[in-house]
């Protein structure tokens, strides 16, 4: 345990770094944006720098809140409130893509001149780099723990350096001429914005649901070979599993022989968890039962 505390440590602590260090970058492109460059590219990755830092901090509260031991009203603990982090964070996204929209739309239709794109340019480049490098991280840390918020967080922080790098493109074509590429660069943050938004609303949604499908369900056909292979195994039927978080929890439902007694089963149950956990660490918790075979 003291391996997994250190780790969640880890992604909480990057999580708080990127909400600080993103909204700062943010507010400083939106007020160059909106006061001397007047470029909409800028303004509208000013809002989502500030708006990923905000979804960096629902997730660094949601990993506080997820640590906590389960109690008497929550007994399979607080997993799934990782999954309520993420769609939050999902809906502030979906919010900020609208107002971008917005924007675009009014400098498509009626252009202003920009002001000091090299400027903007500049803010915009130290923005993505510091995003790319936080996002880069989070990315492997994600990986290793398996929680979906994290997850988010990180691929919406490489999507921020990636708007960022969108920005910086757009400000130095707009310093040649071709100001349409201002609003055509917000139009385009938004729509990976929105993208991204209902990807992590509809994954999260399905897990909250107790959904199994895909991976899911290729695991509990796993469990099913593994508890048949089993000496003392005739049959194993009804394979539930239901994602909370970063872990699974299932139940099992084998046949054995009618004369068998509560030490040989215990025995197999014993063998059986142990050969999944070895195959799938993520299975947290496996609930056996056991019928006669005659039944």
Known sequence: M???GSRFFTIETIAGLTTISLIL???????LGETVSRSVALTANGIDCVGDGFVSGIVWMGLKV??????QRFHYGYYKIENLASIGAAAVMLVL???IIFRSYNQLIRPEEIQLPLL??????????VALSLGAMKIKLSRKSNLGSAKLDAFNTIKDGTSSSLTVLALLLTSVGFFVADSLVGFIIAGIIVSIGFTAIKESSYMLLDACDGQCIQQGQTIKEIAEDIDGVEIANLVRLRRSGPVLQGELEIKVSGDMTVS?????????????QAQHPD???????????NC
């Open 66 to 71: 997820f640590r906590r031991p389960a109690n």
């Open 97 to 99: 893509a609208g107002y």
């Open 264 to 276: 040989e089963l215990n025995i197999i149950r014993k063998l059986i968890i142990d050969h999944v």
């Open 2 to 4: 003291v391996g997994e």
């Open 120 to 129: 903007g340019a500049v803010v915009a480049i130290i923005s993505a780099i």
């Open 283 to 293: 299975i947290e918790r496996l609930t056996i039962s056991a019928i006669p075979l």
């Open 25 to 31: 970058l943010g507010i400083i492109q939106i007020i």
